[in-house]
C-alpha cells in the first residue's frame, strides 16, 4: 500500500530553518512527481513545491527563494528546505505524490495545483517568536 509520511516540523522563531522529510513507503518516490502543500486551519489547502520525475523543480511565488525542495532517492524521501521562516509560514505541511506536476502557466510564472493521488497526513510548522 503506498504511503506518504511527513517529519521534521516543530516549533521555531521567525528567521529560523527547518527541513521536512517525505518518505515513502510501497512505492518508488523517484517514480512520481512529488509535491509539498501546506494548510492554516479554516483556510484553503496551498501548494508550495513540485519536483517532477525529471527533478524539475516548481515553486510557489510566495516562496521567493525562501524555500527549496530536492530528492533523496537513497532514503526514498523528498525533502522540503524551509529558511528564513515567517509567522506566515505557520500550518501543516503535506507532501503528495502524482504523475506529473500539477501547474499551468499564467502570465509567465507557473501556478501550481493541488491535484495529487496520495497524500501523507502532514506535519505541524509553527513560527512564533
Known amino acids: 500500500q503506498a504511503q506518504l509520511v511527513e517529519s521534521g516540523g516543530g516549533l521555531v522563531q521567525p528567521g529560523d530553518s527547518l527541513r521536512l522529510s517525505c518518505v515513502g513507503s510501497?512505492?518508488?518516490?523517484?517514480?512520481?512527481?512529488i509535491g509539498w502543500i501546506r494548510q492554516v486551519p479554516g483556510k484553503d489547502r496551498e501548494a508550495i513545491a513540485c519536483?517532477?520525475?525529471?527533478?524539475?523543480?516548481y515553486y510557489a511565488q510566495f516562496t521567493k527563494g525562501r524555500f527549496s525542495i530536492d530528492r533523496d532517492s537513497a532514503r526514498n524521501a523528498v525533502t522540503l528546505q524551509m529558511n528564513d521562516l515567517k509567522d506566515e509560514d505557520t500550518a501543516v505541511y503535506f507532501c503528495?505524490?502524482?504523475?506529473?506536476?500539477?501547474?499551468?502557466?499564467?502570465?509567465?510564472?507557473?501556478?501550481?495545483?493541488?491535484?495529487?493521488?496520495?497524500w501523507g497526513q502532514g506535519t505541524q510548522v509553527s513560527v512564533s517568536s
Open positions: 519536483i517532477s520525475r525529471g527533478r524539475s523543480e
Open positions: 503528495a505524490a502524482t504523475q506529473y506536476c500539477p501547474r499551468w502557466l499564467k502570465n509567465d510564472r507557473w501556478i501550481l495545483g493541488l491535484d495529487y493521488e496520495y
Open positions: 510501497g512505492f518508488t518516490l523517484d517514480n512520481f512527481a
